[in-house]
């Protein structure tokens, strides 16, 4: 492989030029409602769809540009609707996969947000709104750094490009191995660019080289064949509410550790990061104790945790002085790399199983598994990332775990197993993704813009 001297000298210029076009495209996507979750308004993800493949269309690099869809494996439903663009990579030189999703995550409780979560709203140098940082500003990125290098290359573009933009990646990503299988030679690539992570903070930019995996399922607890007087019976009868507060407890032993036989840890050091800054970042309480043991920053990346997220329970206002027969809760599990998730998941399984009090009866349903992700950072794309990135921010790019997981990256490497992936993004520890007043630094958008516009030139630059 051979580098040539890179036409960087102008991408800030046409970088710079470009963003406040960028920034009002990012407006009008966040003001489409593109929640993929069957409950809401599938049409909106029809007009996200159209609204990207138009954008695509206009950086004027795509030899096609189609909206399209996958059937979901073992149904006869299909997917929500993608964006594929795609260029042919000409003299020998590389291509490279964009991927970033429009789909975006309910928005909870309309009271909690401070300005309407689909008006997209600046204010203290962040923008506001559903789908501003998670992942419609991924979107952007890719949008805004294809301009730059039209812009600066012309004619004599000759990087292969294929731009992915998934349409249902907070939805389970339901039919994302068989999109990748149907268009299989048009997403094969060399590189593989995955923009729906996160930075150091706002002003230091990293890559993600490791993320946990995830185990997700439903757990319904089960001790009465039906509801009874708790006047009448309690104190004899277990209720389920009371079974699955004792079941739920014995996950976590009394520091809050994950307790469960089986879970596997990742033996590996972490950049410093205290206890203020937990607080900070996660709006941790005076006089709330972090849980757990180790570095913050290891039981973050590298070990398993387990979070309780939903509860199907009689609500406060509706209750009254009765047994519950049945109670059902999603339990979500982050696995840590280097486990795989199946496994992960069949040792909570065999833990709440062998735990259950009373002889109250479990079903487990609703289960979904994504493996963690390890990079492997001995490739020249990842060098180039960093560079791109030291660059574009001004500051050295660290490599970062994330507690967090993006399950179909392992669909990509077992699709694309000779391609390098390299997973970048544009939230910073304040973006509160899926949370109400979900924000976006815009700072942070210009200097990601910038570092993806200098990568694609070096990529443009290189033959293969």
């Not at 409780?109 to 940082?133: C, I, M």
């Not at 590996?268 to 800054?277: I, M």
């Not at 500051?395 to 775990?401: E, I």
Request: charged letters at 20%; one cysteine or more; hydrophobic letters at 45%.
């Amino acid at each position: 492989m051979t580098s040539e001297t890179p036409r960087n000298s102008a991408v800030h210029d046409s970088v710079a030029a470009g963003i406040p076009t960028a920034l009002a495209d990012l407006g009008a996507l966040v003001r489409i409602p593109s929640i993929a979750w069957p409950a809401f308004d599938q049409t909106a993800l029809e007009r996200s769809a159209d609204a990207v493949a138009a954008l695509a269309t206009s950086t004027g690099v795509f030899d096609r540009v189609d909206v399209t869809r996958s059937r979901i494996p073992g149904t006869d439903e299909f997917g929500q609707p993608a964006v594929l663009a795609t260029r042919a990579a000409r003299n020998g030189r590389p291509t490279v996969l964009l991927y970033a999703h429009h789909d975006v995550q309910p928005t909870g409780d309309d009271d909690l947000w401070e300005t309407p979560p689909f008006e997209p709203t600046v204010r203290e140098g962040r923008l506001y709104g559903r789908g501003a940082a998670d992942d419609k500003a991924g979107v952007m990125v890719h949008i805004a750094a294809l301009r730059a290098l039209k812009e600066i290359a012309g004619d004599d573009l000759s990087l292969g490009v294929a731009l992915f933009i998934e349409g249902e990646e907070e939805y389970g990503s339901r039919s994302f191995g068989q999109f990748l299988s149907d268009n299989a030679d048009a997403l094969r690539s060399d590189v593989i660019v995955v923009a729906d992570s996160g930075n150091w903070d706002a002003e230091t930019p990293a890559l993600t080289v490791s993320l946990r995996g995830n185990a997700r399922f439903t757990l319904t607890v089960r001790t009465l064949d039906h509801a009874s007087h708790s006047g009448m019976f309690g104190g004899a009868v277990p209720d389920a509410f009371m079974a699955t507060v004792k079941l739920l407890a014995t996950l976590w032993d009394d520091d809050g550790a994950v307790a469960v036989d089986g879970l596997l840890e990742r033996d590996a050091e972490t950049p410093p990061y205290d206890e203020a800054t937990l607080r900070d970042e996660a709006g941790l309480p005076d006089g709330v104790s972090p849980v757990g043991r180790g570095s913050i920053l290891s039981r973050i990346w590298n070990k398993p945790s387990i979070t309780i997220t939903g509860i199907d329970a009689t609500s406060v206002e509706a209750a009254s002085n009765t047994l519950a027969p049945e109670i059902s809760v999603v339990i979500s599990a982050r696995v840590a790399p280097g486990q795989r998730a199946e496994q992960a998941y069949a040792a909570i399984e065999t833990h709440l199983r062998a735990h259950a009090p009373f002889g109250a009866q479990l079903t487990f349903t609703d289960v979904d598994c994504g493996d963690p992700f390890l990079v492997d950072t001995s490739g020249w794309a990842v060098e180039a990332a960093r560079a791109a990135l030291s660059v574009g921010y001004g500051v050295d790019a660290v490599d970062v775990g994330i507690g967090g997981s993006i399950p179909f990256i392992a669909d990509l490497i077992e699709q694309f197993p000779g391609a390098q992936i390299l997973v970048t993004g544009i939230e910073d520890p304040h973006t509160r993704a899926h949370s109400p007043n979900e924000s976006l630094h815009l700072a942070t958008f210009r200097r990601a813009v910038l570092s993806e516009a200098l990568l694609l030139e070096n990529l443009d630059s290189r033959t293969i």
